[in-house]
C-alpha cells in the first residue's frame, strides 16, 4: 500500500517570501503521478501542480515548482513571491498510473500567508 | 466548464436516519470518485465508478454505504442508518480516462457536509 506523509503540520510565512513544503511518500511502484491539490478555507480543492514519475524534470506552474526525488521518495513544493490568496491547506497526493484511480492523500498542511 | 457540482452542501441529521448525496461530475468526465475527509485530515478514497461500473470500493465503505451510477452521469452516495463517526465532508472528483491509464487529473466538487446529533 502507498502512503504519503507530510511532516509539517502548519507553516507561516510574510506575504512575498518563499516557502517550501515537504512531502515523502512509500510505494513499491515504479510509475505514477504525484499532486498537490490547495484546498482553501471553506472552498473546493483545486490542482495546483501534477508531476510524473517517469520524467525527470522538475514541474513547474507560474510561482510553484516542485522538487522532485525520485530515490529519495521526496516531492517538495516551493511557492515563490507568496500572495495573500496562497492560504490554504495544501496536500500532498500519490496516484498509481494503472489500474487503481485513487488518490492517496497526505495529511495536509496549512500554509498561512501574513501580510 | 461548470465544474463537479455537490448537493446538498450541508446534511443534519439525528443518528440513526438515512442520508443520500448527489454529485454531477464534470460532463464529458467519464471517471467519478467518492472521498471522505474529516477535519484536519487528507480525504480518503471510498469508491470509484468508470462510466456507470464500480471498479473498486474501500475498506471504508462499510454495509451501511452504497454507491450507484446509473446512466455513467451522476452518481449518489447513501448511508443507512447514520453514526456518529460519518461525520464528515463527502468529496467528489470527476475525471477522463482510458483503459486502465491514468492521465488526467481529478476535479473536486465543493462537497457535501455531513453532521450527525
Known amino acids: 500500500a502507498q502512503t504519503v506523509t507530510q511532516s509539517q503540520p502548519e507553516m507561516s510565512v510574510q506575504e512575498a517570501e518563499t516557502v517550501t513544503l515537504s512531502c515523502t511518500y512509500d510505494?513499491?511502484?515504479?510509475?505514477?503521478?504525484l499532486f498537490w491539490y490547495k484546498q482553501p478555507p471553506s472552498r473546493q480543492m483545486i490542482l495546483v501542480i501534477r508531476q510524473e514519475a517517469y520524467k525527470q524534470q522538475n514541474a513547474t506552474e507560474n510561482r510553484f515548482s516542485v522538487n522532485f526525488q525520485k530515490a529519495a521518495k521526496s516531492f517538495s513544493l516551493k511557492i515563490s513571491d507568496s500572495q495573500l490568496g496562497d492560504t490554504a491547506m495544501y496536500f500532498c497526493?500519490?496516484?498509481?498510473?494503472?489500474?487503481?484511480?485513487?488518490?492517496?492523500f497526505g495529511q495536509g498542511t496549512r500554509l498561512t500567508i501574513n501580510p | 466548464d461548470t465544474g463537479v457540482s455537490q448537493n446538498p452542501r450541508h446534511k443534519i441529521t439525528k443518528r440513526g436516519q438515512n442520508v443520500t448525496f448527489r454529485c454531477d461530475p464534470i460532463?464529458?468526465?467519464?471517471?467519478l470518485y467518492w472521498y471522505r475527509q474529516t477535519l484536519g485530515q487528507g480525504p480518503e478514497f471510498l469508491t470509484y465508478f468508470q462510466n456507470e461500473a464500480q471498479l473498486e470500493k474501500s475498506r471504508l465503505l462499510s454495509d451501511r454505504f452504497s454507491a450507484e451510477r446509473p446512466k455513467g452521469s451522476f452518481s449518489t452516495l447513501e448511508i443507512q442508518r447514520t453514526e456518529q463517526g460519518d461525520s464528515a465532508m463527502y468529496l467528489c472528483?470527476?475525471?477522463f480516462g482510458q483503459g486502465r491509464v491514468t492521465n488526467q487529473p481529478q476535479h473536486f466538487g465543493d462537497g457535501t457536509r455531513l453532521s450527525i446529533l
Open positions: 472528483a470527476s475525471s
Open positions: 497526493a500519490f496516484m498509481k498510473s494503472m489500474g487503481a484511480q485513487k488518490l492517496v
Open positions: 460532463s464529458e468526465h467519464n471517471r
Open positions: 510505494t513499491s511502484e515504479s510509475n505514477y503521478y
